[in-house]
T-cell receptor
């Protein structure tokens, strides 16, 4: 079946440095790629998304890039802050019902 | 607005028991979803609904049933719980099906012994 692979599973960066999380997907027909942030004890929350007709999207310190040829997309967080510590999930839409297939998650740790 | 709420927050069941999880949303969304989250596996879609009175199977529907009798509510039932159903269950809702933000509830932690 279709799948989304996410790397790394854990990422530890110094406060102020940048963090990059990468995902690859298998369905070449996927056209929507959201990123969600999940804080401890809460449900995931959308932080940024990108559609297949766009190569890059930015929102303040967060950016997402998409390479449709290689079927991978990445989340970039610059000037990391303690409140960025959380688990981040990528996802890709598949099929005629636009179901989301999710990556396994990346635990981001910001070291003070 | 409360957004998406789920009850209960925690539940412990014995193998073979049944239970129903309730999800409610106050955003007038047409689309609602039930996911399970297991360590190292991300979220997997169990069932979803595209409107009142409709339900459809997701990626892992076996052992679960759902109902959407009212637009604002989406119920997830386990008829005969198994230890493999120990998980955290999340409900979500969205305005549309394609490329639309999903709003998640706080989750229900279910343990089946």
């Amino acid at each position: 079946g279709e799948n989304v692979e996410q790397h790394p599973s854990t990422l530890s960066v110094q406060e102020g440095d940048s963090a990059v999380i990468k995902c690859t997907y298998s369905d070449s027909a996927s056209n929507y790629f959201p990123w969600y942030k999940q804080e401890l004890g809460k449900g995931p929350q959308l932080i940024i998304d990108i559609r297949s007709n766009v190569g890059e999207k930015k929102d303040q310190r967060i950016a997402v890039t998409l390479n449709k040829t290689a079927k991978h997309f990445s989340l970039h967080i610059t000037e990391t802050q303690p409140e960025d510590s959380a688990v981040y999930f990528c996802a890709a839409s598949i099929g005629s019902n636009y179901q989301l297939i999710w990556g396994a998650g990346t635990k981001l740790i910001i070291k003070p | 607005n409360a957004g998406v709420t789920q009850t209960p927050k925690f539940r412990v069941l014995k193998t073979g028991q049944s239970m129903t999880l309730l999800c409610a949303q106050d955003m007038n969304h047409e689309y609602m979803y039930w996911y399970r989250q297991d360590p190292g596996m991300g979220l997997r879609l169990i069932h979803y609904s595209v409107g009142e009175g409709t339900t459809a199977k997701g990626e892992v529907p076996d052992g679960y049933n759902v109902s959407r009798l009212k637009k604002q509510n989406f119920l997830l039932g386990l008829e005969s719980a198994a230890p493999s159903q120990t998980s955290v269950y999340f409900c979500a809702s969205s305005y549309s099906l394609q490329g639309s933000e999903q709003y998640f509830g706080p989750g229900t932690r279910l343990t089946v012994t």
